[in-house]
């Protein structure tokens, strides 16, 4: 089969550390889109037909999560029908992005999830070098100021969604420290240049996300390594508090609880088909003009209605089941601390599910295509069992 070419599983897994690295090593914005083409679009369509008995699979493995994906795409689509959106083609091609996008997961199972968790590896340690060069270049060739939120290079340069980017890779990290010393050193230091990207976002809804996450951790992880990085967790936010306490309050609450309030009047006003997918809206909350709701689920249900919001949660909820079914495993674990991690970042500032590939992608498409591959792990895992058994 074509798809089991060494060449093949190559392309596609190139497209995976792409994806993960190239947000914010890429030159530019064009160059990351184009190398996602490339990379992870065009592997994909080519050996979709070789690997059509995969993708079968796939859907008769998880027919809910495919299925709630598949009526969030059609309603999209549907929702053009009544979208000012100037360029309704456009809208139509980021839908068939995303469909394309999840499709390259069952594929990049075949590789086996321990490459595929090296792959992981491999893109978050290329975001910490980012991360480094971020900082030396903001503070050290910029001379911009400590107090100066950190603005990092590619796409990770808002302070916000950099950070959901950066918090991704210190999950991905941080549970699979590796067994060679000298590669453990590599591994802090990698750890240690993507936390003092996320501290100095001072982004406090992407802090507070991975803060908690990693707190709660040893709930499902239940091993000495975790309850050791819970406790780390917890001394460092402490710490950070009490060192940075009027920086960090003199922003308040970010106009949050006022945007919530507006957006649920928005709401209210086209509960059953939102404004349409691609509408542009404007927040209006004590005086100011937001450009989005700040929260991904509201944001869904202003553009595609409450049906549009209730599909979205049906995705999220079959993930997370997904998940669940392999907690017992390593890679079931961190994924499950990555579903977190992303369900809290995306009630601070995450609005764009339907956009071209970019930073939120991290938080909402990319944990969904994780989960995509796990039958593959389940199947790997009772191989292994049966194996271990007969002997």
Not at 21 to 45: D, R
Not at 83 to 102: H, N, Q, T, W
Not at 277 to 286: I, M, N, R, S
């Amino acid at each position: 089969m074509l798809y089991q070419k060494n060449w093949a599983r190559a392309w596609l897994g190139l497209g995976l550390v792409w994806f993960l690295g190239a947000i914010a090593l890429a030159p530019s914005n064009k160059i990351y889109q184009q190398g996602l083409v490339l990379f992870l679009w065009l592997p994909t369509l080519v050996l979709a037909w070789s690997a059509r008995a995969v993708l079968v699979q796939a859907w008769k493995r998880q027919p809910a999560l495919w299925m709630s994906v598949l009526l969030l795409l059609a309603w999209s689509g549907l929702s053009l029908a009544w979208s000012p959106a100037e360029d309704s083609g456009r809208e139509i091609k980021r839908l068939l992005y995303i469909l394309v996008f999840l499709l390259a997961f069952p594929l990049l199972a075949q590789l086996g999830l321990a490459k595929v968790r090296q792959l992981l590896l491999l893109g978050s340690g290329l975001l910490a070098i980012a991360a480094l060069v971020s900082i030396v270049n903001f503070y050290g060739l910029q001379g911009k100021s400590l107090l100066a939120r950190l603005a990092g290079i590619g796409e990770i340069s808002h302070p916000i969604l950099g950070a959901y980017v950066i918090g991704s890779a210190v999950l991905f990290l941080l549970y699979e420290p590796p067994q060679r010393r000298g590669l453990q050193l590599l591994w802090l230091v990698a750890l240690a240049c993507l936390g003092a990207f996320a501290m100095l976002s001072q982004s406090r809804g992407a802090l507070l996300a991975l803060v908690l996450t990693v707190t709660m951790a040893p709930l499902w992880f239940r091993d000495r390594h975790s309850q050791v990085f819970s406790i780390l967790a917890v001394i460092a936010t402490g710490l950070a508090v009490s060192a940075m306490y009027d920086l960090i309050a003199m922003r308040g609450s970010s106009f949050r609880p006022e945007i919530f309030h507006a957006v649920v009047d928005m709401i209210a006003a086209h509960p059953w088909t939102g404004l349409g997918l691609g509408a542009g809206y404007d927040v209006t909350a004590v005086g100011r003009h937001f450009d989005h709701t700040h929260n991904m689920f509201t944001h869904v249900a202003v553009e595609m209605g409450l049906p549009g919001m209730l599909l979205w949660v049906l995705v999220w909820l079959f993930t997370l089941g997904e998940i669940i079914r392999v907690r017992g495993t390593l890679f079931g674990k961190i994924l499950l601390s990555f579903w977190v991690y992303s369900t809290l970042a995306m009630q601070f500032d995450a609005a764009s599910l339907t956009g071209t590939p970019r930073a939120e992608w991290f938080i909402s498409w990319l944990p969904v295509g994780l989960a995509m591959m796990l039958p593959w792990g389940r199947a790997e895992n009772d191989a292994c069992g049966k194996i271990s058994g007969s002997t």
